[in-house]
């Protein structure tokens, strides 16, 4: 059974600092995607990491993926307000064919 | 404009009620999913389709059914055995299993 790990499941972050997001699995998977939700809304797609060492970017987050050590990382840099949101990181099964395995989100708080 | 569209956006129902969700996509794909998500929790496959007339079921799939009579649909039956139907439920889709998945904006049925 793949299972999907997040840490922290919840941060509360000054605006203008770098922090981390770690997600761990379980079994073997080789393509590993980002979501945010904001409160009460759907998902939005942020990054999909299809191979080890693929490093995606997009303004001030930054993704990455390794998966011999089935970890992927999601940095944030100098983070801004508008960042605030709950994050995922979801799995793909070795296969495909049976949905995504999600980790449990990490609330992000950012402050002014 | 191309995309998932979920409705009712929110959903009331008595204990006991058979209640149908609807899920469709004009974006042409082929797997069509169903998730779940409780708060502070991720989401949760409950089925999932890859072809017209045919569907598995995902990890939480007691208490739900589905059919796929038409490649752009996908409904969603919350029965009454379904023992905590109170949840966010969320429909996705993809070009073809394996691939990178879209949401829909979801449904938020309350069953009192």
């Known amino acids: 059974e793949l299972k999907v790990e997040q840490n922290p499941l919840f941060l509360s972050m000054q605006e203008g600092k770098n922090y981390t997001i770690y997600c761990n699995y379980s079994t073997t998977s080789d393509r590993l995607y980002w979501y945010r939700q904001d409160p009460g809304k759907s998902l939005e797609s942020l990054f999909v990491l299809l191979s080890n060492g693929a490093v995606k970017q997009e303004g001030r987050l930054m993704a990455s993926l390794d998966t011999k050590a089935r970890l992927s990382t999601l940095h944030i840099t100098a983070a801004v307000h508008d960042l605030s949101a709950t994050y995922f990181c979801?799995?793909?099964?070795?296969?495909?064919?049976?949905?995504?395995?999600f980790g449990k989100g990490t609330h992000l708080i950012i402050q002014p | 404009d191309g995309g998932i569209t979920q409705s009712p956006k929110y959903l009331f129902r008595k204990e006991g009620q058979n209640v149908t969700l609807s899920c469709e996509q004009n974006l042409n794909h082929d797997a069509m999913y169903w998730y779940r998500q409780d708060p502070g929790q991720g989401l949760r496959l409950i089925y999932y389709s890859q072809i017209v007339n045919d569907f598995q079921k995902g990890d939480i799939a007691e208490g739900y059914s589905v059919s796929r009579e038409k490649k752009e649909s996908f409904p969603l039956t919350v029965t009454s055995a379904q023992k905590n139907p109170t949840a966010f439920y969320l429909c996705?889709?993809?070009?073809?299993?394996?691939?990178?998945?879209?949401f829909g904006p979801g449904t938020r049925l309350t069953v009192t």
């Open positions: 979801a799995v793909d099964m070795v296969g495909g064919a049976d949905g995504l395995t």
């Open positions: 996705a889709s993809s070009a073809t299993a394996y691939y990178e998945q879209y």
